[in-house]
């Protein structure tokens, strides 16, 4: 059972455009949502992250959206350049008795920006 | 500060034989992951630890993987034998605090494993 669905599963953007990146999730209880950024050969890097209190949080060219009711956030990139060529993962995690947790991840949108 | 660091980083094995992939998370970071990605798939959780105790290893798929972290420190995962489904990309990541908002992962770069 997916708990985290991802689209699109590729997305190609001219240098300048908004890159739009969507993720549903169904379990109410997770109270963590972050993105991560991966570049070829490296591992996934946190991006940004929002909790389900706010509707919104940008930092600098990055936005995520967030839609409690419709169980749905997602990314947007502004100004989109060829730098931010890369896979971006969508994350959700819920906080279990005991104090651990575990991300649950999407299966990632691979990016290309042309210039 | 250095990283989170994974050895080997490519490994190409047949179908049977052991592998054992090692991480070394950032110094200081008790909780410890294991996760994998299957050829362009999700990544899925296998386990966690804390310092040098298994706090949930529901996402380890199998008897054939086994995970330790010695002292609390370093960290293996042994897959014993291999089979081809084990094929695919093995992150390890740690973190400070167990809540990540206030205490992101940070992930190394990965080992690929080929079983053929």
């Known amino acids: 059972q997916q708990q985290v669905k991802q689209s699109p599963q590729s997305l190609i953007v001219q240098k300048g455009g908004i890159s739009i990146i969507n993720c549903a999730y169904e379990?109410?209880?997770?109270?963590?949502f972050p993105w991560y950024q991966q570049f070829p050969g490296k591992g996934p890097a946190l991006l940004i992250a929002?909790?389900?209190?706010?509707s919104e949080k940008k930092e600098g060219r990055f936005t995520i959206s967030f839609n409690k009711s419709a169980k749905q956030f997602s990314l947007h990139i502004m100004d989109s350049q060829p730098g931010d060529s890369a896979t971006y993962f969508c994350?959700?995690?819920?906080?279990?008795?005991?104090?651990?947790?575990?991300?649950?991840f999407g299966a990632g949108t691979r990016l290309a920006v042309h210039p | 500060e250095a990283g989170v660091t994974q050895f080997p980083s490519h490994s190409v094995i047949e179908k049977g034989q052991t592998v054992t992939l090692r991480c070394d998370p950032i110094?200081?970071?008790?909780?410890l992951y294991w996760y994998r990605r299957v050829m362009g798939k999700e990544i899925k959780f296998l386990l966690h630890?804390?310092?040098?105790?298994?706090?949930?290893e529901s996402g380890m798929p199998n008897n054939r993987f086994l995970a330790e972290r010695t002292g609390g420190t370093y960290s293996t995962l042994k897959v014993q034998p291999a089979e081809l489904e084990d094929s695919g990309v093995y992150f390890c990541?740690?973190?400070?605090?167990?809540?990540?908002?206030?205490?992101?992962?940070?992930f190394g770069n990965g080992t690929r494993l080929t079983v053929t």
């Open positions: 630890f804390v310092k040098e105790s298994k706090q949930d």
């Open positions: 379990n109410t209880a997770f109270d963590y």
């Open positions: 994350a959700a995690s819920k906080t279990f008795s005991g104090g651990y947790n575990k991300l649950i």
């Open positions: 929002i909790r389900p209190d706010v």
């Open positions: 110094s200081g970071h008790d909780n």
């Open positions: 990541a740690s973190s400070q605090e167990i809540q990540p908002y206030n205490s992101p992962l940070h």
